[in-house]
């Protein structure tokens, strides 16, 4: 079973805003960074937010992060048909281990 | 650009061992801690485990503790993984992943590569 809870999958229409969650506890998102993966069915997982709420270069604005306490949360707005995929969240835990969450699948 | 290549998967039998390997580019090899993780078919990721720029301390995920062992070798800019003891379960792609300096979580991922256990 996952360190971290995601919901299994969400679904939205072309243009719409859907949020992603990420609950964990203070061992781990409570005391350390969320950091967002994308991943396309066959291909490696790509970092698309680190440290909390951070874009790397070449991720649009659209995807937003950000965390409150035990939790973070995956924003992707004007929501576009390339943006199916799954995306898992991951943060460090006190007993030295990185924990993922079990991933969200988006269906446009 | 950052690349990290893997090698070494492959078909085993339960018990058995397997090596695999990771080659980095594009970046000061030794100044980061590498992780490796997995993927069983249509699941979600798993850390496997970790280990400081010099090598001299590493990490584990629980079900993977004690049967494989993470090591580097800087010089030759190359991350391993010896799998020892192999189960059916530890059947995935396993893939390299570079670390966010100063917060152990993966920034750069390789392509992977898969690993089948059969029985």
């Known amino acids: 079973q996952p360190v971290l809870t995601q919901p299994p999958s969400v679904s939205g229409t072309p243009g719409q805003k859907v949020t992603i969650s990420c609950s964990g506890s203070d061992s781990n998102i409570g005391s350390n960074y969320v950091y967002w993966y994308q991943q396309f069915s066959g291909a490696a997982p790509k970092l698309l937010i680190y440290?909390?709420?951070q874009r790397p270069s070449g991720v649009p604005d659209r995807f937003t992060g950000s965390k409150a306490g035990t939790s973070g949360s995956l924003a992707i707005s004007g929501l576009r048909a390339e943006d199916e995929a799954e995306y898992f969240c991951?943060?460090?835990?006190?007993?030295?281990?990185?924990?993922f969450g079990g991933g969200t699948k988006v269906t446009v | 650009d950052v690349q990290l290549l893997e090698s070494g998967g492959g078909l085993a039998r339960r018990g058995e061992s397997l090596t695999l390997s990771c080659s980095g580019s594009g970046f000061i090899f030794g100044n980061y801690w590498l992780n490796w993780i997995r993927q069983a078919p249509g699941k979600g990721l798993e850390w496997v485990a970790n280990?400081?720029?010099?090598?001299?301390?590493?990490y584990y995920g629980d079900s993977v503790r004690g049967r494989f062992a993470i090591s580097r070798d800087n010089a030759k800019k190359l991350l391993y993984l010896q799998m020892d003891s192999l189960r059916v379960d530890d059947t995935a792609t396993y893939f390299c992943?570079?670390?966010?300096?100063?917060?152990?979580?993966?920034?750069?991922w390789g392509q992977g590569t898969r690993v089948t256990v059969s029985s």
């Open positions: 280990i400081k720029q010099d090598g001299s301390d590493m």
């Open positions: 992943a570079r670390t966010d300096d100063g917060t152990y979580l993966p920034d750069h």
């Open positions: 440290r909390n709420n």
């Open positions: 991951a943060s460090w835990d006190y007993s030295r281990t990185v924990v």
